[in-house]
C-alpha cells in the first residue's frame, strides 16, 4: 500500500534561518506531488506541484521554493524564513486518484 | 472558473443525532467532488469523492454526500453523530479536464459534538 511520509512534525525556527521540509511516497511510481500551506482558520492554499523529477510548478509568488530530485521525494525550503511563513505545510501525493496527505509540519517562526 | 461554498463554518450536534455539512460548489465544466476531514494537527483525510458516477456517494466511518446538479450542492451528512467525529472537515471541487492541479477548497466547517 502507498504511504505518505512528512517531517518534521513540528518546527521552531527563528526569522532569518533557513527551512527544509521533507516528504516521501512509498508503494507508487511517478506520483503527483504537492505542497500546501494551511494558515489558522483559513482554507488550505497550494504553493507547489510537480508531475516528475525535476518538473516544479509554483503557483503563488513567496519566499519559498521547491524541488524534487528524485521520483518519490519533494522538498519544500527557503533561505531566509519571514514571520508571514509560519503556519500548517502539508505535502500530498497523487496517482489519477484524489490527494493523499502527509500528516503536515507545524512551523512557528520566531 | 470553479469555486466552493461552506455554508457553515461551525456545525454542533448532540451525540447520536443526524450530521448535515452544507456544501455548494460553482464550475463551468464537469466536476469532481471530494470531502476530507481534518483532526487537529494531523493532515487530511479522504472522507469520499464523486467523480461522475453514482450520485450518492458513501464514504468511511459512516459518512455519504449526494451530488446534485440542479442545486450544484454535495452536502455531507451521517446518521448517527459519534464523538470521533469532532474535527474540521473540507469540501473540494476539481475540473475533471484539468485534474489535481486545480483543486479548490472550501474554508471548512468545524463539527463539534455535544455528549
Known amino acids: 500500500s502507498q504511504t505518505i511520509h512528512q517531517w518534521p512534525a513540528t518546527l521552531v525556527q527563528p526569522v532569518g534561518s533557513p527551512l527544509s521540509l521533507e516528504c516521501t511516497v512509498e508503494?507508487?511510481?511517478?506520483?503527483?506531488l504537492y505542497w500546501y500551506r494551511q494558515a489558522a482558520g483559513r482554507g488550505l492554499q497550494l504553493l507547489f506541484y510537480?508531475?516528475?523529477?525535476?518538473?516544479i510548478s509554483s503557483e503563488v509568488p513567496q519566499n519559498l521554493s521547491a524541488s524534487r530530485p528524485q521520483d518519490r521525494q519533494f522538498i519544500l525550503s527557503s533561505k531566509k524564513l519571514l514571520l508571514s511563513d509560519s503556519g500548517f505545510y502539508l505535502c500530498?501525493?497523487?496517482?489519477?486518484?484524489?490527494?493523499?496527505f502527509g500528516q503536515g509540519t507545524r512551523l512557528t517562526v520566531v | 472558473a470553479q469555486s466552493v461554498t461552506q455554508l457553515d463554518s461551525h456545525v454542533s450536534v448532540s451525540e447520536g443525532t443526524p450530521v448535515l455539512l452544507r456544501c455548494n460548489y460553482s464550475?463551468?465544466?464537469?466536476?469532481?467532488l471530494f470531502w476530507y476531514v481534518q483532526h487537529p494537527n494531523k493532515g487530511l483525510q479522504l472522507l469520499l469523492k464523486?467523480?461522475?458516477?453514482?450520485?450518492l456517494v458513501k464514504g468511511i466511518n459512516g459518512f455519504e454526500a449526494e451530488f446534485k446538479k440542479s442545486e450544484t450542492s454535495f452536502h455531507l451528512t451521517k446518521p448517527s453523530a459519534h464523538m470521533s467525529d469532532a474535527a474540521e472537515y473540507f469540501c473540494?471541487?476539481?475540473?475533471?479536464?484539468?485534474?489535481?492541479?486545480?483543486?479548490?477548497f472550501g474554508t471548512g466547517t468545524r463539527l463539534t459534538i455535544i455528549p
Open positions: 473540494v471541487v476539481s475540473d475533471r479536464n484539468f485534474g489535481n492541479e486545480k483543486l479548490t
Open positions: 500530498a501525493w497523487s496517482v489519477r486518484t484524489a490527494l493523499q
Open positions: 464523486y467523480t461522475s458516477a453514482a450520485t
Open positions: 508503494g507508487t511510481s511517478n506520483p503527483n
Open positions: 464550475s463551468s465544466y464537469s466536476p469532481s
Open positions: 510537480s508531475v516528475g523529477i525535476g518538473q
